[in-house]
């Protein structure tokens, strides 16, 4: 072990001069560090040049003497940390949490020597989504959304009329409960999950409405569905569907259906085009199901009004003044030539037209007896009551009548159709025009009270009934819905 370290000591003793002369070198080096390279400046000018949800770029304005920068950055409340280097007077972070604030300070280097880290120059970075853009399209007949693609985004809040009503994962969010002929406003945002959800700003504001078809209904009798809708100032043409099979395209607002079957359910759709602007309505869907069922007292006084209307629009029917035609006398019984050959076929004076109503529409038994007998009812209340149907109400206002009323006077008989309008045999003469429609105010003068007819008739009455689904009555499942709840 001596010799050993005596051979170290001739060694070193030896070279003493190189290890003085390395040792001399280092300290330049040192010296030089520490001397040579001038201090850097204090980063200036630091800014954020742009971010996003989850990185963050900054710049600042090139220093003098600087061969490079640190980038040092801290949550909101805590100490920097070091977080990378550039020979750049810019710097990227990434992999940022989404709303979360982030500071960041800048320290320029030159050799060893770097400037201060001054936090008061410090600037604040949030990672946010980007604001999402919104536009509406109703070409489809729908209330569809259509979002821009927020990068980082994992779902989006559809926001209506102030109200947030859900949310998608998808760009494109159609509004089922949107209300037809209404219009709505809507906004989105884009959110992120973190812990908790973070959210853009809203988007831009789309507003937008859905022109429903108006007052789309379907009757039937024994051998035609006639479906019938309002005209409207959207819609130039339409389709109507039976499920998804395309029956046929009208400009009208009707269409019709030839021997459809009985209590066979059907799922008829109504669609609206526009043809210029390239829009369409959303589609109105009637499930129903028809059935054969005894007319009851509200389908006979419809009935009656219907044939009521018939007569009046069929312009060959003038009013009678022949010695039959005028007091009793029916064409449909052939009851109404004159005693002499003289008087009209095709003729009815107020009463007989009135009381042809109920016996041709509505199918009463005994006003049909009397009228093929080639009497008529008078203009009496025992004349109605006689027949076992009416009853007698005194002189009511307009507007609490009912439909089919019978309005009886001294000298005049009407049918009461609704919505202030009546039918009757006006007895103006022989032109086209007497048996018409007219208004009730302008006639209700000759009223002296007022016959409700109380029958159901024994006429056969096609009820349009809807359906779900499945094809079951929906009155039906109400039925049993209210027996539940009394059994409950």
């Known amino acids: 072990m001596k010799v050993k370290i005596k051979k170290i000591l001739r060694t070193l003793k030896k070279n003493r001069r190189k290890i003085l002369l390395a040792d001399a070198v280092l300290y330049m080096a040192v010296i030089i560090t520490l001397f040579a390279f001038s201090d850097p400046d204090p980063v200036r000018g630091l800014k954020v040049a742009k971010s996003d949800y989850s990185t963050a770029s900054i710049s600042w304005k090139q220093c003098e003497a600087a061969s490079g920068y640190l980038v040092y950055r801290a949550k909101k409340g805590e100490d920097y940390k070091y977080v990378g280097t550039t020979s750049d007077n810019s710097y990227t972070d990434t992999k940022l949490r989404t709303g979360t604030p982030y500071n960041y300070v800048v320290v320029a ?220 006398g029916c064409y449909f019984c052939g009851t109404n030539t004159a005693a002499k050959g003289s008087g009209y076929e095709k003729t009815y004076c107020c009463n007989p037209f009135v009381h042809a109503c109920y016996a041709h529409g509505a199918n009463d038994p005994q006003m049909l007896r009397t009228c093929q007998n080639g009497d008529s009812v008078g203009m009496n209340e025992s004349d109605y009551t006689k027949y076992g149907n009416w009853e007698r109400h005194s002189k009511p206002a307009v507007s609490d009548l009912q439909m089919g009323d019978v309005l009886v006077g001294s000298h005049h008989v009407m049918i009461y159709l609704g919505d202030g309008q009546i039918a009757h045999a006006a007895g103006e003469g022989w032109g086209a025009d007497t048996i018409r429609v007219d208004n009730a105010s302008s006639y209700y003068s000759f009223c002296d009270f007022v016959m409700r007819y109380t029958g159901t008739g024994s006429g056969t009455m096609y009820k349009v009934r809807e359906v779900d689904s499945r094809g079951k009555l929906i009155e039906e499942k109400e039925e049993e819905s209210e027996e539940e709840q009394e059994d409950a």
Request: charged content about 30%; hydrophobic content about 30%.
């Open 109 to 328: 280097r030159n050799g060893l020597k770097t400037s201060d880290l001054n936090r008061k120059k410090a600037v604040e970075v949030t990672p946010a989504l980007e604001d999402p853009k919104l536009k509406i399209d109703t070409s489809k007949g729908k209330m569809e959304l259509v979002i821009s693609d927020v990068k980082g985004a994992s779902a989006y809040e559809i926001i209506r009329d102030g109200k947030t009503i859900g949310t998608s994962k998808k760009t494109v969010y159609i509004d089922e409960k949107a209300e037809p002929d209404t219009p709505h406003k809507y906004e989105v945002k884009a959110l992120r999950y973190v812990d908790d959800p973070v959210y853009s700003e809203a988007s831009n504001t789309a507003q937008a409405l859905l022109h429903q078809i108006p007052n789309f209904e379907i009757t039937a009798d024994e051998s035609t569905l006639s479906i019938d809708w309002d005209s409207n100032d959207y819609y130039d043409n339409y389709k109507v569907y039976s499920g998804d099979e395309l029956l046929g395209e009208t400009e009208d607002t009707s269409y019709s259906i030839d021997d459809y079957k009985l209590d066979t359910a059907y799922d008829i759709k109504v669609v609206g085009f526009n043809s210029v602007e390239k829009y369409q309505s959303p589609e109105i869907e009637k499930r129903f199901k028809v059935s054969e069922e005894p007319m009851d007292n509200e389908a006979a006084r419809q009935a009656a009004c219907d044939w009521a209307v018939m007569i009046a629009n069929d312009n060959s029917f003038t009013y009678g003044e022949g010695d039959r035609a005028h007091h009793c």
